[in-house]
């Protein structure tokens, strides 16, 4: 049976195109995204109203993308390792090279937010060594408050 984790970040200001999520696929295992769940808390107004495109990717033999935080992360069964697992949010220098294989591309309003929730035939799975991405590609206009949990399962090790 997979083990399965969640990793959040707390509300955050983001003002530019990020990494929302990437984890590094420790050696060894498999990763497969059960869901992903980013809102705002900031902008309520109607004049402040706006789409954000996202999309997720698994990247191989890529760089990983640097300068955000490092997310909290839990494991639903106790006793689960958290060891050898880097999760990182908002990177705003986002991971680089490698070969590129897009998950999903969509876009979000951001009073509803963004709710990735595969069905278990559509969950793609990544490779341990490789990165697993949740990409913002469009620039907020202006600050917003993000939060956000990713949840996957690991298999393997």
Do not use: W
């Amino acid at each position: 049976m997979p083990l399965v984790y969640s990793a959040t970040f707390p509300p955050t200001s983001v003002t530019a195109q990020v990494d929302l999520f990437q984890i590094e696929v420790p050696s060894g295992r498999t990763l497969e995204a059960l869901s992903v769940h980013v809102g705002q808390n900031t902008d309520a107004g109607d004049a402040e109203s706006e789409m954000l495109s996202y999309h997720i990717k698994k990247l191989n033999g890529g760089t990983p993308g640097t300068g955000g935080q490092t997310c909290s992360l839990s494991a639903t069964s106790s006793g689960a390792s958290l060891v050898g697992i880097t999760v990182t949010a908002l990177n705003t220098a986002k991971a680089t090279g490698g070969t590129i294989g897009t998950i999903q591309r969509d876009a979000f309003h951001i009073a509803a937010g963004l709710h990735y929730v595969p069905v278990p035939e559509e969950r793609h799975e990544v490779n341990g060594g490789d990165l697993f991405i949740v990409e913002l590609d469009k620039t907020p206009s202006d600050g917003l408050g993000m939060v956000g949990t990713l949840n996957f399962s690991l298999t393997g090790g």
